[in-house]
Each structure stands twice: as structure tokens, then as C-alpha cells.
């Protein structure tokens, strides 16, 4: 899938992808939605989130928790307050152990509970994405405090290509529950 380069495709992007990641989620039963992931432990080998998740909740809070980060960002800065989009203690380089820290927070949410977060953030990040014009979201350097990159870039990344992300590893959960 092409990155969105309007607002309008950034919205029907990140609508299109959250509703095939629900499609998907709905197409289990609830003991599929809630088991274990039980992925081949060579996945573990390639990126850190192959051992971090542990099941459909802990993806959703994750997702949730990008979008927070998203919201914070833009919601402090557009009113005056300079604010990394990461937490200060934690660089590109880092990020990693920021989502360990998310997935530590999460480990008493339930799995309904961790749909709700996720519908309710998803539904801000849409109304947000909806205020900007096109080149604030995509001109580079709109607003100063997204550095050298576009609003845009922030929000696709948290939307339609995390959704992408969640959809993969949903598929290959799917696999492994119905053998």
C-alpha cells in the first residue's frame, strides 16, 4: 500500500486498515482472540515485538499507546508547550525499551478493556488528522516542532502502517491457532 500523501487518503488509508484488523479480529472465536501467540521461534530472532507481544491485547494496547504518544505530541505543542514526540528519555535509537515499558503498563488491562482503549484512541487520532489541511500534514517543516519531517509522516506512521504491522502479526497468529 502507497503512503497517503493527502488527508483524505491519509484518513481512508487508516480507516480501510483498522477496519481489516477488526475483520480479522472478528473472524476468531473469542478463545482465538484471547490465546497465547505461539509464533516459530525464529521470528523471535528478527525484531524485538515477536517476544514482547504475547497476544491480540497486548498489540491493541500498543497501538493504543502510539496514538496517546501522537495525540500528546500534537494537543502540547499546538498550544505553546514544546514536546518531543518520544518521552525525553528515550531517542529512535531507544524506542524499543519505551514499548517494553508500554507492555509492562498493560499487563493488568483486560483484553475488553484494551479494545475500548484502542476504538477510543483510534477515533481522537481520526478527529485530530481531520483539523489539519493538507499541507499542514505534509509539507515539510509545516510546524517547527516536527523537526526536519511532516505531520503526516507522524500520523500514517501511527495509523494505517502500525494497523499494516498488527494485521501481519494477526495473520500469522491465526495460522498457528487453527493448525
Not at 477496519?19 to 505461539?38: C, D, G, H, P, V
Not at 521470528?43 to 501522537?70: C, G, M, P, Q, Y
Not at 514536546?83 to 535509537?93: G, I, V
Request: proline share 2%; aromatic share 14%; net charge positive.
Amino acid at each position: 500500500m502507497p503512503r497517503p500523501t493527502t488527508k483524505e487518503g491519509m484518513l481512508q488509508a487508516a480507516n480501510e486498515q483498522y477496519n481489516k484488523l477488526w475483520l480479522l479480529i472478528n473472524s476468531m472465536t473469542e478463545e482465538e482472540q484471547e490465546a497465547a501467540f505461539n509464533f516459530d521461534s525464529k521470528l523471535f530472532e528478527k525484531e524485538a515485538h515477536w517476544k514482547r507481544d504475547k497476544n491480540i491485547k497486548d498489540v491493541l494496547t500498543h497501538l493504543s499507546e502510539w496514538h496517546e504518544l501522537l495525540l500528546s505530541w500534537v494537543n502540547a505543542n499546538q498550544n505553546g508547550i514544546a514536546k518531543p514526540f518520544l518521552p525525553e528519555q528515550y531517542s529512535w535509537k531507544t524506542y524499543g525499551d519505551m514499548n517494553v515499558e508500554f507492555w509492562k503498563k498493560h499487563q493488568n488491562t483486560t483484553y475488553k478493556r484494551a479494545k475500548t482503549l484502542f476504538k477510543g484512541s483510534h477515533e481522537r487520532v481520526m478527529e485530530l488528522i481531520a483539523t489539519f489541511s493538507d499541507d499542514e500534514l505534509f509539507v515539510k517543516k509545516y510546524f517547527t516542532w516536527t523537526g526536519t519531517t511532516n505531520l503526516g509522516g507522524y500520523c500514517v506512521s501511527a495509523t494505517s502502517s502500525h494497523y499494516d504491522w498488527a494485521i501481519k502479526k494477526m495473520k500469522l497468529h491465526i495460522k498457528s491457532v487453527r493448525i
